[in-house]
């Protein structure tokens, strides 16, 4: 059974940093690309990042270009998330998402690539 289970959510303030955690199982996470999408309520989903399947230096947005950074753990099937100088605007449940192209480029930002979802976890920002 696939399962991509995200953790470390919460609160944070303006400033602040999170850890956000992926672990997977159920498919070849080694085959696999994982990207990082958003959704903040009344918006649509949003690309973050993308980390390929043989750990090339991972993609971010631009709105989180040099703040969030993304690690891949092939040893325990997992990808983190590490969000740093948290905005006002990056409050959002976050999903991580597996892509079985592997790779990643300038069409990672396609949430319909994504074959297998987590169900997110909550990140507010608030002082």
């Known amino acids: 059974q696939v399962q991509l289970v995200e953790s470390g959510g919460g609160l944070a303030q303006p400033g602040g940093s999170l850890r956000l955690s992926c672990a997977t199982s159920g498919f070849p996470f080694d085959a696999y690309a994982i990207g990082w999408i958003r959704q903040a309520p009344g918006k649509e989903r949003e690309w973050i990042s993308c980390i390929s399947a043989r750990n090339v230096k991972p993609l971010h947005a631009a709105s989180v270009m040099g703040r969030f950074t993304t690690h891949r753990d092939s040893a325990r099937s997992t990808v983190a998330l590490q969000l740093n100088n948290l905005k006002p605007e990056d409050p959002a449940v976050y999903y991580c998402?597996?892509?079985?192209?592997?790779?990643?480029?300038?069409?990672?930002?396609?949430?319909?690539?994504?074959?297998?979802w987590g169900q997110g976890t909550q990140v507010t920002v608030s002082s």
């Open positions: 998402a597996a892509d079985i192209q592997g790779t990643c480029g300038s069409y990672s930002w396609r949430i319909s690539n994504y074959n297998f």
